[in-house]
């Protein structure tokens, strides 16, 4: 009787603990697929596993670029400790006072979304009001990191993909409409 009870047990545990490794196999490889939006060079791990990365589209629909012209960044000098509000045209270059850097300013989104592999505008409101920039510092690119086409500020999250610099920091404050 306790050999039959003994063999019950061990066999339960056998079942079960083959039952949990099948399902965190399941998950390293539901891991291993991940995509998204791209924020870390090819050679980033999570957990110990490569991410696959995307290489996302941007479309931006004539409705939002005939009605959105300009955007209004600030910028914050740590240095000098004070934070000023530049105006500047989307698709233009800005030179940042008193310092090597540049800032390429790219498309502007007043409610990004990402559909697939698409980076778009879901409506003409300023739901979520983005912006793709690049910034090269002594001419080299500092933002994105990884070297993609563009880096992205969110209006209302400023954090997330926030530009790291010793320095520096810049946010995106708003999109403004074009004037008829």
Avoid at 4 to 20: N, P
Avoid at 139 to 164: D, R
Wanted: glycine share 8%; proline share 6%.
């Amino acid at each position: 009787m306790k050999n039959t009870f003994i063999l019950i047990i061990a066999a339960a545990y056998i079942f079960s603990f083959s039952a949990c490794q099948k399902k965190e196999e399941q998950a390293v490889q539901q891991q291993k697929k991940a995509t998204g939006p791209i924020i870390a060079d090819t050679s980033s791990t999570l957990g110990g596993i490569t991410i696959e990365q995307q290489e996302f589209q941007v479309v931006i629909p004539d409705l939002i670029k005939s009605d959105w012209s300009d955007i209004v960044l600030i910028l914050e000098d740590r240095e000098k400790g004070e934070a000023k509000e530049y105006r500047v045209k989307a698709g233009e270059k800005f030179d940042v006072p008193d310092s090597d850097l540049l800032i390429k300013v790219g498309p502007f989104l007043p409610d990004l979304t990402i559909i697939g592999s698409v980076i778009t505008s879901a409506s003409n409101e300023p739901n979520n009001p983005s912006i793709g920039i690049v910034i090269y510092e002594k001419g080299f690119q500092i933002f994105p990191q990884s070297g993609k086409e563009w880096g992205w500020l969110y209006a209302n999250l400023p954090t997330i993909h926030a530009v790291k610099h010793e320095r520096f920091g810049l946010v995106l404050k708003e999109g403004i409409k074009s004037t008829p």
